[in-house]
């Protein structure tokens, strides 16, 4: 039988529900395993700073974007795959944006796009929606903004950064999107965008106040070099790994690995 992806549609009416389950995903063999559980795996440009040990997103292509897409959709069966725009290729014109949505899903197969803002990007959001582009978005904390916010701090936290966050949600529901991230705001806030809009919103550092959340897997599983304060670790990935490796490197120095005739089985 062959199995269904989750459609756009179908996060979309989850609104208030099941809350939706979500994790970032970079490469196959991830991607088989969260494919299980999530509803979308997102695959994030925090690929650059996670996989690849950048300091932020802003220097991620879609060359990237597409290696790591393609992996996840060849790995994953039903969840459905979400891939970010990355910084630079969707902020110039509704145009220029439409242009490397397509390429970006023609080369991985996504079943739906990420962009980066509020009000700012209604425009360009709108343009590809009405063009048949799924669109999820993303406000609060924005990590392609990290330099206009002069780092990866809490937004929302005064009443006018919050108004003008509720407002950036409602831009981008009223654009189109099937479904809004909201990072790094403050409970009270991500509450209040909840309750406002239509379509489900997926926190992260938001409180459980949202419709689903979303983790970057290395950070959920014990391996990032930065875990931020707010993520719960589900396993330590990471001392399993540094046993292994030692034990690896013991075995390695003690002569203890495979003579020829024993190798290929
Ligand atoms: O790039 C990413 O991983 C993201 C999530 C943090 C939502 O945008």
Same mark, same amino acid.
């Given at each position: 039988?062959?199995?269904?992806?989750?459609?756009?549609?179908?996060?979309?009416?989850?609104?208030?529900?099941?809350?939706?389950?979500?994790?970032?995903?970079?490469?196959?063999?991830?991607?088989?395993?969260?494919?299980?559980?999530?509803?979308?795996?997102?695959?994030?440009?925090?690929?650059?700073?996670?996989?690849?040990?950048?300091?932020?997103?802003?220097?991620?292509?879609?060359?990237?974007?597409?290696?790591?897409?393609?992996?996840?959709?060849?790995?994953?069966?039903?969840?459905?795959?979400?891939?970010?725009?990355?910084?630079?290729?969707?902020?110039?014109?509704?145009?220029?944006?439409?242009?490397?949505?397509?390429?970006?899903?023609?080369?991985?197969?996504?079943?739906?796009?990420?962009?980066?803002?509020?009000?700012?990007?209604?425009?360009?959001?709108?343009?590809?929606?009405?063009?048949?582009?799924?669109?999820?978005?993303?406000?609060?904390?924005?990590?392609?903004?990290?330099?206009?916010?002069?780092?990866?701090?809490?937004?929302?936290?005064?009443?006018?950064?919050?108004?003008?966050?509720?407002?950036?949600?409602?831009?981008?529901?009223? $654009?189109?999107?099937?479904?809004?991230?909201?990072?790094? #705001? &403050? !409970?009270?806030?991500?509450?209040?965008?909840?309750? /406002?809009? %239509?379509?489900?919103?997926?926190?992260?550092? $938001?409180?459980?106040?949202?419709?689903?959340?979303?983790? #970057? &897997? !290395?950070?959920?599983?014990?391996?990032?070099?930065? /875990?931020? %304060?707010?993520?719960?670790?589900?396993?330590?990935?990471?001392?399993?790994?540094?046993?292994?490796?030692?034990?690896?490197?013991?075995?390695?120095?003690?002569?203890?690995?495979?003579?020829?005739?024993?190798?290929?089985?």
């Amino acid at each position: 039988m062959t199995i269904q992806r989750i459609t756009v549609a179908q996060i979309k009416a989850r609104k208030g529900g099941n809350p939706i389950v979500s994790l970032t995903a970079y490469h196959a063999a991830f991607a088989a395993i969260a494919d299980n559980y999530c509803d979308f795996l997102l695959v994030g440009d925090s690929v650059g700073m996670v996989v690849y040990g950048m300091d932020t997103t802003l220097s991620v292509k879609s060359e990237l974007m597409i290696a790591h897409g393609k992996a996840v959709v060849q790995g994953s069966k039903q969840a459905l795959v979400v891939l970010d725009m990355p910084f630079g290729t969707y902020e110039e014109s509704p145009e220029q944006a439409f242009r490397n949505a397509v390429y970006l899903i023609k080369e991985t197969g996504c079943g739906a796009l990420k962009l980066e803002g509020g009000v700012r990007i209604s425009r360009t959001v709108r343009f590809l929606v009405e063009r048949g582009i799924p669109v999820m978005g993303h406000i609060g904390l924005t990590p392609q903004m990290v330099k206009g916010f002069g780092g990866f701090k809490i937004q929302g936290k005064d009443a006018f950064g919050a108004k003008s966050i509720e407002e950036d949600g409602m831009a981008i529901e009223a $654009a189109g999107a099937f479904a809004l991230v909201v990072e790094g #705001v &403050v !409970e009270s806030l991500a509450a209040r965008i909840t309750d /406002v809009l %239509k379509i489900p919103t997926i926190g992260i550092g $938001a409180s459980s106040a949202c419709d689903g959340q979303i983790l #970057v &897997v !290395e950070d959920m599983l014990g391996i990032s070099r930065f /875990v931020p %304060k707010f993520v719960r670790r589900y396993a330590s990935v990471g001392t399993i790994m540094d046993e292994a490796f030692k034990n690896y490197a013991n075995d390695v120095r003690a002569r203890k690995f495979p003579s020829g005739s024993e190798i290929y089985r």
